[in-house]
C-alpha cells in the first residue's frame, strides 16, 4: 500500500531528525523527543513566554519548544534554505503556528532586528561558526537569558585565536554538508575563553551545567547564562571584536 506522507518525505531527504506524525515515525534516524537539554533549558527559564532558537536544522527542537505550556512564539534561524523547506513542511503537519522560521547565516547575522526575547535556546552551533564570539557579543540585548550547548577546545589543544582567547580551528564541511558550518572552518573556543567571552558580553551570571570531557566528538559544555541573578565568577574580558 502506498504511503503518500512517505513519498513526500523522501522527496525532501535526506533528513538528520525523526518526526512522529499521526502515530508513525517519518525523516531521519535521531529523534529530538525526550532529549535531555530541552529539559535543562526549561529548567532554567521556566516559563519563557518567546524563545530564540539559533541553528533550528529541520525545526525538530523548534516544535518541542514550542509546545511547552506557556510558550507563545519561538522564532527559529537557520542558514539553509533546504533544511527550512523540511521544517516548514512538518510544520504544516503539525499545525504548529507558534513557530516562525527565517533564514539568516548567523555568521553575519543581525539577531536585534528579529526583536527582543525572554531566552535564546542555542544548541549545537558555535562551535561551527569561526567567530562565535560575534554572536554571544549581540545576545544579551536579545534576551536576558541564554541557553548553549556546544563543543569546545580543550586546553592541552588549545593556541591564541586572537582577541585574547584561546582555541583551536576545526575544519567544516561546508556548504553541502548537513551538519557544518556554512564557512570551511570554524573557531572552537577553551571552556574559559567561552566564559570570558560571555561575561564580557553581559551575562553576570553563568551555570555550567554539564562539562562532558568524554564525548565522542571532544569535549561539550551544557552551560546557561544570565544577565542578572548574581555575579559570575568570570573576570570580565574586554568586548572582542
Known sequence: MNNPLKEQFAKLGPWIFQFRIDGADYGGGISAVGDLRVEQFFRFVPEPATILELGSLEGAHSFILAQHPGVKRVVALEGREANLRKARFVQGLLQAGNVEFAQTDLEHAELA??????????????????????????????????????????ETEAH???HGLRGKIHGE???????????????????????????????????????????????AVTLAAATSGGASDVSAASPVE
Open 113 to 154: 532586528s528579529f526583536g527582543k526575547f525572554d531566552a535564546v535556546f542555542c544548541c549545537g552551533l558555535l562551535y561551527h561558526l569561526p567567530k562565535p564570539w560575534k554572536l554571544i557579543d549581540q545576545l544579551p540585548a536579545v534576551a536576558p537569558s541564554l541557553f548553549i550547548w556546544t563543543q569546545y577546545a580543550a
Open 173 to 219: 564541511g561546508g556548504p553541502n554538508e548537513p551538519l557544518s558550518g556554512l564557512s570551511p572552518t570554524a573557531t572552537w573556543l577553551t571552556l574559559d575563553s567561552l566564559r570570558r567571552v560571555l561575561a564580557a558580553s553581559g551575562y553576570r551570571k553563568i551555570e555550567i551545567i554539564r562539562d562532558d570531557v568524554s564525548h565522542p566528538n571532544g569535549p
Open 160 to 162: 591564541d585565536v586572537g
